[in-house]
């Protein structure tokens, strides 16, 4: 075999549906976890400096941002593996199907519910990871309202008298309790607010935060439309080599019973 030809063996073994899959759910997970982190970070250092200068306001949001910070760390290390163990399954899968096709199939009733498991697990994660897409839009929403208002504060064509009117009070959210000082920003206060790299940043980075976090739900649907077939394929498999030995043992029975037959009818003519 040649090197072209080996080559050619090596890529059709390859699940691209797959591979396609794992490295949007490592991009996903990376924007999401990276990007998430450091907009917490930054979003704690935004309150503290304009909307709770005092600590024991914002002491549970802190002990809060820890822990999801916590949490980011665990996904990312969990779909870490996770991608690498799906694609191990996607691998075997193919392998099993172009052995099947070559009529040197063979799986096993433990491989199929394998298959299962993890149509069933990827089924779990990618609802869960829906309902953090929808929490990650939050502070994206909050974040746009703020920099609409800025925004407005800066057009021409606002017309507005008493900008000082104009605020932003981020205990209404529930983010600090309603006795934090100052609690709120109206006017210029405002403005220099969103003028701070920390609210530039962080809004950015939560928009992207929320973009990883769409693109791990699209490749966890991804990762279950693939382990459906591949099962549907497994399955199909079973039951095509279940009728082939079938048809194969009768037709042997078929055949010994001719040869009985012509032996017995050429004795009688002997």
Request: aromatic share 14%.
């Amino acid at each position: 075999m040649g090197c072209f030809e080996c080559c050619i063996k090596c890529l059709g073994g390859v699940p691209y549906a797959s591979l396609v899959a794992t490295i949007l759910c490592f991009s996903g997970v990376a924007l999401f976890c990276g990007c998430g982190h450091v907009a917490l970070t930054g979003t704690l250092t935004m309150l503290e400096n304009h909307f709770s200068r005092v600590t024991s306001d914002h002491a549970t949001l802190t002990m809060v941002i820890q822990i999801f910070q916590y949490i980011i760390y665990g996904i990312a290390s969990f779909f870490f593996v996770y991608a690498i163990i799906l694609l191990a399954e996607g691998f075997y899968t193919t392998s099993a199907i172009k052995k099947e096709l070559q009529s040197d199939f063979k799986t096993t009733v433990c491989g199929r519910c394998i298959t299962a498991f993890f149509m069933f697990l990827t089924y779990i994660l990618a609802l869960a990871f829906l309902a953090i897409f929808g929490f990650t839009a939050i502070p994206v929403f909050l974040f746009f309202n703020m920099w609409t208002t800025c925004a407005a504060m800066k057009s021409p064509d606002a017309n507005i008298t008493s900008p000082d009117s104009i605020c932003v009070d981020v205990r209404q959210y529930g983010v600090i309790p309603w006795n934090a000082t100052p609690g709120k920003a109206c006017g210029a206060t405002l403005g220099d607010i969103c003028n701070t790299s920390e609210f530039y940043l962080s809004y950015h980075l939560y928009i992207v935060a929320l973009a990883g976090a769409g693109a791990t739900v699209i490749a966890l649907i991804h990762y279950l439309m693939i382990l459906a077939a591949n099962w549907a394929y497994l399955k199909s498999a079973v039951s095509t080599h279940e009728y082939q030995d079938i048809k194969t043992k009768d037709d042997q029975d078929l055949e010994a019973e001719a040869r009985s037959k012509e032996g017995q009818n050429s004795s009688s003519y002997s």
